[in-house]
Each structure stands twice: as C-alpha cells, then as structure tokens.
Nanobody
C-alpha cells in the first residue's frame, strides 16, 4: 500500500521561498509509468495540478507555475521535492502529493490519473 506524507508547509511572507517534501513508502519510483505530482487546492477553488516528475526524471508544469516552482528528486530515493520561489498570496492553498503507476493518456496533471494521495500540507502566503 502506497503511503505519501507531505511536509514543509508554513506561513511565509510574499516573495520568500518554501520547499515541500513528499516522502513515499510502498511505492516503486523506478517502475514505468511512475509519476509523482503536486496538486494544490485553495479555499473555494477546485484542486489544480502544479508539477509532476516521472520515473525518467522528466518534469511537467502547469503553465503558470513553471517560472517559480521546481519539482525534483530528493536526497533519498523515496523523496520528491517542490521548491517554490517568489511566493505570492495567490499561492495560498493546501498542497498535496500524489502518485500513480498506472498508464494514462492526456494531460499529466489531471487528478484522475493519480490513485494515491497524501494528507496535504498548508501553505499560507501573506502580503
């Protein structure tokens, strides 16, 4: 059973940075079609994809995130990071880590592609 645990959220000022971590257990990062992704959900809004990284290390970003956010492999095999720079108040949301190993078609950052989810970590950015 896959278990995902996010950490690194917090309350910060606009213009600063945070690095979120996703630690996974029971997950095969090297299997074909393995993707780890970050999603976020702000109050009153739908969950939206932020970034994804696959078993080859290939990354995908939502268009508005590409310039400020970076998804990467972690220092340990079972960790993936989301580096968020120049944070803005509109980045305030709960950030979720998600995982899949099932082949899919279409846009990577669709929540329906992912079967396993973490509990989320809150990011609050004040101006």
């Amino acid at each position: 059973q896959v278990r995902l645990v996010e950490s690194g959220g917090g309350s910060v000022q606009s213009g600063t940075s945070l690095r979120l971590s996703c630690a996974a257990s029971g997950y095969a990062f090297d299997d074909m079609w393995s993707y780890i992704a970050w999603f976020r959900q702000a109050p009153g809004k739908e969950r939206e994809g932020v970034a994804a990284i696959n078993w080859l290390g290939t990354t995908t970003y939502a268009g508005s995130m590409k310039d400020r956010f970076t998804i990467s492999k972690g220092s340990t095999k079972n960790t993936r990071y989301l580096q968020m720079d120049n944070l803005k108040p509109e980045d305030t949301a709960i950030y979720y880590c998600a995982a899949t190993t099932e082949r899919f078609t279409g846009w990577v950052l669709s929540a329906s592609n992912f079967q396993s989810w973490g509990q989320g970590t809150q990011v609050t950015v004040s101006s």
